[in-house]
């Protein structure tokens, strides 16, 4: 893969939707597929963490990459997640989607099991010789095996079908020391980061995009974003980032993930249907707050209308100091909690 080639701009980990069952709604996965392509974003991303994907079988898994290359038809590229319980099953489903000509797959570190950086290097380095299809690395420490930069490094230099890594770890200093350690070696390689809540800062110290699912919702406002910082217009970025921030805030630390994201797809006319996970008898509650509270955020921008009897009215206009710090605090107590700051 040459520089010019290498994975870049928004690509969407995207919700699934199910029907009455509980089974894979293929119509309204078709239509959101459709959807998004039309709102400008760069790449698909299924079957990743906003997708469920550990919450479906592997048929299923197949199906829903299958469903969605079937309809984006080679109009955008498809980085599919491809995490199964062990390197044979994981290699199998390389050999599938790169039969489905999905452009990469994502592979997330071994997770349930703790791992040392030298059993993280020779997990990949096994899929790394064996897979027909480009990688991309998945760095989630919250969730899985953390990939360190020593072992980024190694994979890059051994393995030319690893290409890229996704880093959701959030952090800014640990994705700036693996542009450094690589980028010299494998031109190539793309950085990709998985946290909106840093998404500006991370284009402009050297990602090459980001895999957001915040971009499920408003695939508008990430697209604006990307599109602001490619032509260096970093003020008006960082205004959007801020209200992106909003949304992102109420989404994820509103509800157990991804059931706000969900919500909110849900709000910009997709039958999502009901997640696969049972919730309690408050965490219903809470989701019908949260869906009154993301319909008002997202009246603000004209993406819905408000809610019956309105919303509270905050003044408008750009973010405030306090505002920001209050974003600032609370990215930061949720770092901390997850173990990573």
Known sequence: MTNANRLRGIFTPNIVPLDGRGDIHEAEL?????????KGVHGLYPNGSTGEF?????EERRR?????ADQTAGRVPILAGAAEANVKETIAACEYYHSLGVRAVAIVSPYYYKLSPAAVYAYFLEIGRNTPIDVTLYNIPMFASPIDVPTVQRLAEECPKIVAIKDSSGDLPHMMRMIAAVRPLRPDFSFLTGWEAALLPMLIVGCDGGTNA????????TRKLYDLVQAGKIDEARDIQYKLLKLFDAMLYSADFPEGFRA???LRGFNTGVGRQPLAPQQHEQLATL????????AESGFADEPVGGCKTTGGGSSTPDDV???VQGVIAELKRRGIA
């Open 264 to 266: 909110a797809v849900g």
């Open 30 to 38: 078709r239509r959101y597929t459709d959807w998004l392509i039309a």
């Open 325 to 327: 710090s209050r974003i």
């Open 64 to 68: 829903i990459v299958a469903i969605m």
């Open 54 to 58: 550990t919450r479906f079988t592997p």
């Open 291 to 298: 869906r009154n509270t993301l319909q008002c955020i997202l």
């Open 214 to 221: 915040t971009s499920g919702v408003v695939p508008e406002v």
